[in-house]
Each structure stands twice: as C-alpha cells, then as structure tokens.
C-alpha cells in the first residue's frame, strides 16, 4: 500500500497552478502541469491543500456519538474539573466507542495528525491512557496520534498521580503534560519540579496547560522557558492556552515572549472567542513558534467543537482579526504545517517530497476555502482516500 | 398558495415532544402528536424551529457569487469606507446579481425575514437603494426584507447625503440610518439632529451603526436613548453594534442600559469574536432588547459571512461564554424570534397561530443544532418548502 503509485489529476493549487500530483511511497513524487489524459483520479479542479493537524484534543473526554447532554460545567477550571469527576463514570458511551467517534469526523474533515491529552488522576488511573492507546492503535495508519499524559486533577494535591504519570511515560506516553502549577496545584515550583523531572527521566516532551492571565501566567511562562532552556529542550515543550499572553501590558508580553522564543517553547492555541487569547502575529513576530488545535469537543466542558480544523482556522482567523489573504493563509498553516513540526512529523505542504497527506475541497483559493468550509472533501492520507463528502471510508 | 392547508408531519419538537403540524393560510393552524397517517410531508423525526431572523445585513455590499476577490481593506472604519468607495463601482457583478445570490443563500440557510442597510451617498446617490428595493420586490413572498437608508460615508461631511435620505424615505425606505455620530461625523449632536428629524418627518423607524468604544460610545447611546424618549419612539429605534456597552466599567455600562431600556431603544449584534461587545445577558437583565444579525457578508468590508444565523447563534454562544442549553437557545431566540419582533414582525414560534416559517433540522435538541448547524436543512416561508439541503427552490 505504502509503496503504491496513485496520481491525483486536475487540482487547484493555492498558488493557482493546475496540477497532476504522482504520489509514490506515500508521499508527493511530482507535480506536472495538468494533462488532462486521466488515468489517476480526477480531483474536479478542487483546490488541493496540506491535510489538517490537530495540535490539542481530548479524545478520552469527547461525548461524540453520545445523545446530546446539556452541559453541567460551571464558570471555573476547579468547578468543571469537579463536574468533570462526578459524571464522567456514568456516561452511556466506554471512552473507545467516544473517541472512535470522534476519531472518524476529525479524519472526514480532514486531520490526519493530532496530538490528544488524557486524562491521569487518583480516580481514573491508567484507564483512559490504556482505552486512547489502544484506540490510537487501532487507527495507525490512518492519523497520527500522540499522547500527552495529562494530571487533569493536578499533581500535588493528588497523592499517586506523579507515579501514575511515570507509569504511563515508562508505557509510551508521548509527552507529560502539567495543569495551571500555580493556581490550580498551587505551588508552581514544585509542580514544575515534577513535570520536567519525569520529562528528563523518560527522555520526552512537555505539554502543559496553563490558563492563568496576565502577569502571574506570563511568570510561569518564563519560568518553563528557562527550565526548558537550562535543559536543552527546544522544540520539545510547549504551553498549551496561554491566555496570558494575551496582556494589555506590552512590556510583559515582549519579555515573556521573548524567553519563549529563545528557549524553543511553542504555544498551543485554539483562539477561543471569550476571553484574552496568545496574538498569534505577534508572537511569530518574536521568534515564538505557534500551533492550533480544537480542545474541548463536545464534551463535559463544552458543548461546542466538531473537529473541524478548517472551521478552527475560520475561528482563529475571526478572533485574531485576520482579513487578508496572506493571513487567513497563516491561520490555515497553524492548524496544518506548523502543528505538524511542533509534533515532530515532516512538514506539511502540497510539494514534491511531503507527505501526501491531502485535503481536497471545492474553492477557488485558500482564503475561500477558510470562508466557506465546504462540506465537499476529500481526505488523503498517504495517497490513500480516508474520507469523501463527510463519509470516512476507513477501516474503524 | 396562502390560504392552502398542508401538513408537516412527524417533526421533533425543541421540548421533545413528536408532532404533526397543520399549517393554513400560511400560519400553523394546530400542533397534534404524531399520528404516523402520513399524508402530509414526513419531516422524518427532524427538529423544527421557528425560521430564522437576521436583523443586519448590507445586500447591496456583498461579493457573493462572484470570484474570490481578496480583502484589500485596512484597520479602522474610515479607511475601509474608502476602500469601498474606490472599488466598488468596478466590481464585475452589479448589485442585484449580488444581492440575489446572497438572498438565495441566506434562505437555503433558513432566513426568512431581514433588515438590510443600504449604502446611500454622495458617490453612489440611490442606485444601490433603488437596486436593493427591486430585488426586494422580486422576492417578496418570500422574505421580509426591511431596507434602513444608510448613510455610509456620513451626512454631515457630505453635501447632498441629507437630501437623498430624505428621498428615500419618500420613496418607501423603512428606516433612515446614521453612522457613528461624533467619531466618523465629528458633531454627535447635528448628526443625530438629522437622523431624528427624518425620522419624524416621514413617520419611520431609526437604525444607527455605533462603532464607538467605552465612555465616548455610551454617552451617545445616552443621547439616543434621550432623543426617543422625548420623541415617543419605544420600539422603533435601534442602535447596530454598540461596542462601547462592552467597557469593564459597570457603573458606565448600568446607566446607559438603563437608559436604553427607559426609552424602549434596542440592540443589534453581530457578537464579533475581536474587540468588545455588548454583553447579551447583561443587557437583558436591565430590560434593554437585544436582536442578532450577519453584519457584514464576504463583502469589501470582510472576506467572511455566509448568510447562515444557525452559525451565527454558535459564534453568539462562543463570544458571550454561553453552553448551557438555555444559554444557547437564548441565541438562537436573538437570532430568531426577537428579530422578528423588533422587525414589527409576527412573533416567530412553533405553536398555534404564529407564522409557518419554520426550519426543519437533523438533530436532538435545539442546543445540538447550533452546535452542529447541520447541512441537511427543509425551510418553509408560510408553509412553503423554500429551500432543501441547502438548494433554494424558490423562484429566483
């Protein structure tokens, strides 16, 4: 399969071109002018882009393919936790049969990487890591998938969750995630301490969310880009939200950004509309390497979100007040080839030696197709058609 | 065709109960249980709405139908008011081709009522309005289309514009507009002056673009507020956008709600994701009416927009922090029945007697389906299939 020759004929390129596409090996072999004599399968005159990277999910929180259920959460991290604790055992659907779900729409819409928290804590243990593993076994091949094991509930309040995270790097775990240090686990040294000792021990990444503002966010940013520096990680760590760094106070924003992007660390955002948000230009502008992804996705937090990575390049590109075309083309390239880097796969592009992971859709340029969504994709995934017209044609 | 009896049958109800509905001289005549007869259209089990309402739209603007075009606008108001007034005249479709693609859009996505502002200045006199008001009357029976003549690159600036709209109004305008009366047009007072004289001259409703922040935008609401009071107007005055009622400062914000609410003066929303907005449940709770429209729709202003109020009671929802279930149907009511409303509308509900505009959705709840805006949509104009799964079937 991997090695099979296809060819993609009469596409659109962003840059206008209208293109053949030879795919060999499962990644772009040539790129011809159209020829019109058939042969490979007609693309119409869609418009073929980079496939889709989700750079932050919860597949294990997702109540997809569940009946719907009115959101019960509340106003703060601590209160939706709480919820999240209460009911997440009830739920009618096993954590497989939700993410599968969610798994299916993401690759329809067009992802084929994406990077999933799961929850780790005193209550649940290992369950959920050992129900998304498995799950993300299932669909290699088909996406991508790494996993952040994730103190949902905090590391130092909670005794045995540092064990439990240790436990699921020593299996696999991709990455260690981390949870507000200060003002939810508060004491940010010491969760620090311990997220970046087990990130050491087990030679991998960090992810860590943080949703604290202003300066008491942005000095734990600095915190983690110094931590991050002293330990050679660049590129290796990221602070998902950071909503800090959406300050009115400029001189905090450049000193925080400016630690971040000397130190590697990148920032994860999905742009929500509520709320300040990480300024996507300026940040570039600094040096700060920056991706997107969906979070929430219908579940016990939110009742929104489809795992739509396009529909999320519209969101960011409505939040950050991006009208240009050049910009709405930033807004795609973090939610595809620069969420692809940060998750250490080759880079994204409609090129001779990518990958031929694809996203074909009826527009007549980048921009409209931010615009408007179509419903109407194709989704390759190393040549191979994953999903046409919403439908995934996968094998789960 | 309005006084035919027809039956919609087998349609979920947003309080869950399965009904078959009768509609007669285009209102629903009864509401009974689901029988399974048939006989009447088998709505298969989908969820019927009241149609949709959307309360600001600028037809006249909008490139729909045409090749993408990439925004060439700027950062503030002014700018944008001249990059319009410099291309416009070269745009390759004329305004009745535009606004026609759009209105087909918008019905297909479920509206059946709105108020578009039409450009009135001294570049472009009344051709716009004169074109916007032919398309209107092609689609009547159709759509309630509400035209606010609208003074688009000021009055007080431009010689002529005053006249015009008052020829306007003579010629049938619903509404006279205004534009940001101390920032744009430099003379709050004089600006206001006009717009209220017109509007007690030809007996009509007012409508008045406010993009204003903070304290200098809400002591014109105040202003407004005061004009209406005195002129008896509770009900017809409507103040778009009001961004200034987003300020941090609460005592700003109660007494200038309170003031729009003692004078019975209304908001219009788009809800946009950058910047402040007004806070809808804020201003409810002081009494002030508050409706929801597009704005603008991938027009010269905004390469973004497509006409579908489902997608805008979920960007509603995402900007104002809402996700519980009443929360969410409280957007679509803005997007809905509460446009209707301050359109001196009927009412808009599923029950006896209210208008058969109705929108027939695949989903569960009325919470699902701003989450999922589902593709597959019937709606009905007074009892009328308009449009199917996003096809317009109506007669333009």
Known sequence: MEGRRMRLD??????GRHVDVMVEGGRIAAIAPHAGGGGGMDLGGRLLLPALVDGHVHLDKTLMGMPWRPNSGAATVRERIENERRYRRG?????PRRAAALLRR???????ALRTHVDIDDDIGLENFHAVRAVAERFRGEVDIQIVAFPQSGILGRPGVAELLDAALAEGADLVGGLDPASYDGDAKAHLDVVFALAGRHGRGIDIHLHDRDAGGNAQLRDIAARAGAAGMAGLVTV???FSLGTPDAADFAATADALAAAGVAILTSSPSAGPVPPVQALRARGVAI????????????????GCMLERALLISLRQGFRADDDIALAYGICSDAGARMLGLPGRAVAVGAPADL???AAETLAEAVAERPAGRLVFRAGRLLARDGAYLGNN
Not at 91 to 95: D, F, N, R, T
């Open 91 to 95: 739920l009618a659907h096993p954590v």
């Open 359 to 361: 996203l074909a859709v």
């Open 291 to 306: 991706y997107a992804g969906s979070d929430n996705i219908r579940d016990l937090w939110s009742p929104f979100g489809n």
């Open 240 to 242: 998902s939200h950071a």
């Open 10 to 15: 009469n596409a659109r390129l962003a840059d």
């Open 106 to 112: 993401m690759i329809a819409n067009g992802t084929t």
